[in-house]
């Protein structure tokens, strides 16, 4: 899917797409770099974003 036109995930649906909880996506959010985007009170993600920061490794905490 092209970059522009793909749609934006919340919150419960990238915990979903990872297989993690929401409060793992809370705590990247506070402890990395995973990409994620503050509209208005919601955090929003691409799904390519997140495949290429999970792909780094840099999804590893330690």
């Not at 979903?16 to 955090?43: C, F, M």
């Amino acid at each position: 899917m092209n970059e522009m036109n793909e749609k934006w995930s919340n919150l419960e649906e990238i915990s979903e797409y990872l297989g993690v909880t929401k409060d793992t996506i809370r705590n990247w959010i506070k402890k990395t770099d995973i990409p994620a985007h503050k509209i208005g009170r919601q955090w929003k993600f691409k799904l390519s974003e997140v495949d290429e920061w999970v792909k780094s490794g840099k999804s590893a905490i330690e």
